[in-house]
């Protein structure tokens, strides 16, 4: 249980600190690969999608994040442990992590979670 809690603080601190991600869905401005860390879990591989470089760049220097990478299209599928999907916000897809952490986590930030 206190996993599930510390992963559900990993990610609804990020979101009280940077808000909704800037770029629509609408907008298919790539994605951001990057280590997601802050002082209650982490380190954890994600993606969000849509992103623009410029919210790439900024994802990598919020809190301990690091490693932050922008590509054309979606964020890759294979090997992920779920999706936290935030309808017109985007996606952000977990490759590492306690599912059911994440998903209560997911649940904090307005997201429906889907695992696998």
Same mark, same amino acid.
């Given at each position: 249980?206190?996993?599930?809690?510390?992963?559900?603080?990993?990610?609804?601190?990020?979101?009280?600190?940077?808000?909704?991600?800037?770029?629509?869905?609408? +907008?298919?401005?790539?994605?951001?690969?990057?280590?997601?860390?802050?002082?209650? @879990? !982490?380190?954890?591989? =994600? *993606? &969000?999608?849509?992103?623009?470089?410029?919210?790439?760049?900024?994802?990598?220097?919020?809190? +301990?994040?690091?490693?932050?990478?922008?590509?054309?299209?979606?964020?890759?599928? @294979? !090997?992920?442990?779920? =999706? *936290? &999907?935030?309808?017109?916000?985007?996606?952000?897809?977990?490759?590492?992590?306690?599912?059911?952490?994440?998903?209560?986590?997911?649940?904090?930030?307005?997201?429906?979670?889907? @695992? !696998?």
């Amino acid at each position: 249980m206190k996993s599930k809690v510390i992963s559900a603080l990993a990610l609804l601190v990020p979101l009280m600190v940077m808000g909704p991600m800037a770029a629509s869905a609408a +907008d298919g401005a790539g994605h951001c690969n990057y280590v997601q860390q802050n002082m209650f @879990a !982490g380190p954890f591989k =994600v *993606c &969000d999608s849509p992103s623009t470089p410029e919210k790439c760049a900024e994802l990598g220097k919020t809190d +301990d994040n690091k490693d932050a990478v922008h590509g054309a299209g979606d964020c890759a599928t @294979a !090997g992920k442990v779920g =999706v *936290c &999907d935030m309808g017109e916000a985007g996606k952000r897809i977990y490759y590492e992590g306690d599912p059911g952490g994440l998903e209560i986590g997911c649940g904090f930030q307005g997201g429906e979670w889907k @695992a !696998g």
